[in-house]
């Protein structure tokens, strides 16, 4: 039943797991960019969320893969642990970016 159900949620997920990163990356390099031009730290805190998600979405492949050597991965709990981590962080780091000022722009 659990092979199953990770091959149907495979197919459901892994699609918008590329558009969310292909339109954070289309949103951040369009408008929020230029609207915190010159906030080294908005840029880095941004890089870092970035990484941070492709290493959720690499162990949620991993975490759902019905292939044999995912298997003595997923037992471990604290892969699991770490997946509800980041997220947590990834968190954090954007409600700490939102409550970074906008730098005037001129157009």
């Given at each position: 039943f659990r092979v199953a159900l990770m091959?149907?949620?495979?197919?459901?997920?892994h699609p918008?797991?590329?558009l969310f990163l292909?339109?954070?990356?289309?949103?951040y390099l369009s408008v929020t960019r230029v609207l915190h031009e010159g906030q080294w730290l908005y840029h880095a805190l941004f890089g870092v969320k970035?990484?941070?998600a492709l290493v959720i979405f690499?162990?949620?492949?991993v975490l759902t893969s019905t292939m044999k050597w995912s298997e003595r991965?997923?037992?471990?709990n604290i892969l699991w642990v770490l997946?509800?981590?980041?997220?947590?962080?990834?968190?954090a780091i954007g409600g700490v970016m939102r409550t970074m000022p906008i730098v005037a722009v001129e157009l």
């Open positions: 091959k149907k949620w495979k197919l459901l997920l918008p797991i590329i292909m339109s954070g990356m289309y949103t970035f990484l941070l690499a162990l949620y492949i991965i997923r037992d471990k997946l509800v981590l980041l997220v947590t962080v990834i968190v």
